[in-house]
């Protein structure tokens, strides 16, 4: 055996060395131990050059066919995903796993739940939206024109002067006016608004800027104050599955006279006072009172013949007050452990 040959043969194990080793496997066809083989070249006698080119040229072959099974074999690790595949619930690799069902928002469900009960005692559900006018916002509600009770709601405003709504009660005079016809043929009007608002506050554990109100309103002829406890009532023990201890306190709104606040017993500490209700036993829950007549008129209802009652609370407040939710902020916090609570 010529003295290359066995020098090929050394060449050939070397590069599989080198090979095994590489991390950019194509730097193989520029190693030196393929160049050392092509220096022999020159060296050898005239009569043995074609047969080393060819031995040379062989190994080479070979060392490309190493690249190719490993390009191939990358690529199969690269399969496709097939999304259609059946789950295997047993795997161990993380990425075998199932994908974890998504599932309804909190706030989402219990809307679905506030607006069954309404449905249920005869109340239909509006929609409000993300962008209204300061006539919704205020005029319509009976709030002089720069009347400090305007800056009670810390609106966001857009430069062509709308505004993101501070609460669902900008739906009130739409509702009466689409609605008052309903009078007329003996029918009260009834309404719900669950939906979203906005205010420029300071976020804390009680506050956030986006949430979500619900707006109530009842006209009819001869509608009293009782009617309208005894409609929040029902709801309240409705949706909390007990009867439920409130309170009524007098209170100014524009848009109502007279106007209450109801507050709900404080769930957290029954009452003996804690940092959640501030030592006070009671946690405020909604506004509410008959509906101003110049609110009334405003939508083209005679305020002589018809009376109605309004009402608007929190709906973050209200799950909160069910399920013991300290903060608001969790809501929105995306946070899976709180929502998958629900
Ligand atoms: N819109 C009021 C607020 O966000 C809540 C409210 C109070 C709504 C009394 C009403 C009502 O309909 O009658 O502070």
Not at 101 to 129: A, L, T
Not at 211 to 238: C, M, P, R, W
Request: contains cysteine; hydrophobic residues 35%; charged residues 30%.
């Amino acid at each position: 055996m010529s003295d290359w040959n066995s020098q090929v043969e050394a060449a050939k194990k070397e590069l599989a060395a080198e090979f095994k080793n590489l991390d950019d496997k194509t730097r193989i066809l520029k190693s030196d131990h393929l160049k050392k083989l092509y220096a022999l070249l020159p060296k050898v006698p005239a009569e043995q050059k074609r047969e080393l080119g060819l031995a040379i040229n062989d190994l080479k072959k070979e060392v490309e066919s190493w690249l190719k099974d490993d390009n191939e074999k990358k690529v199969e690790d690269l399969r496709p995903i097939d999304l259609t595949a059946p789950f295997d619930i047993n795997a161990k690799e993380p990425s075998l796993l199932p994908a974890q069902n998504g599932s309804i928002h909190p706030i989402s469900q219990e809307i679905e739940k506030v607006s069954e009960i309404f449905n249920s005692i005869g109340f239909e559900i509006f929609e409000s939206r993300n962008l209204d006018d300061a006539w919704h916002m205020f005029t319509s509600l009976n709030f002089p024109e720069d009347h400090p009770a305007r800056d009670d709601y810390d609106t966001f405003v857009t430069e062509e002067e709308l505004v993101a709504p501070a609460h669902t009660s900008t739906m009130q005079s739409r509702i009466l006016s689409l609605r008052k016809s309903d009078l007329e043929e003996g029918r009260p009007i009834a309404g719900v608004v669950p939906d979203r608002v906005y205010r420029n506050e300071d976020v804390d554990a009680r506050h956030e800027h986006t949430f979500h109100q619900l707006e109530g309103v009842y006209v009819d002829k001869d509608v009293n104050v009782g009617n309208l406890i005894a409609t929040l009532k029902t709801f309240l023990s409705a949706y909390y599955g007990k009867e439920v201890e409130t309170r009524i306190n007098p209170f100014y709104f524009p848009f109502t006279e007279p106007s209450f606040e109801f507050a709900l017993s404080c769930p957290f500490c029954d009452k003996k006072g804690c940092h959640i209700c501030s030592q006070s036993g009671w946690i405020e829950l909604l506004g509410c009172g008959m509906i101003h007549p110049n609110v009334l008129e405003m939508a083209g209802i005679d305020s002589k013949k018809y009376s109605g009652f309004a009402f608007g609370c929190g709906i973050e407040r209200l799950i909160m007050m069910k399920y013991g939710v300290e903060d608001v902020r969790l809501f929105h916090s995306a946070k899976l452990k709180f929502l998958k609570q629900f």
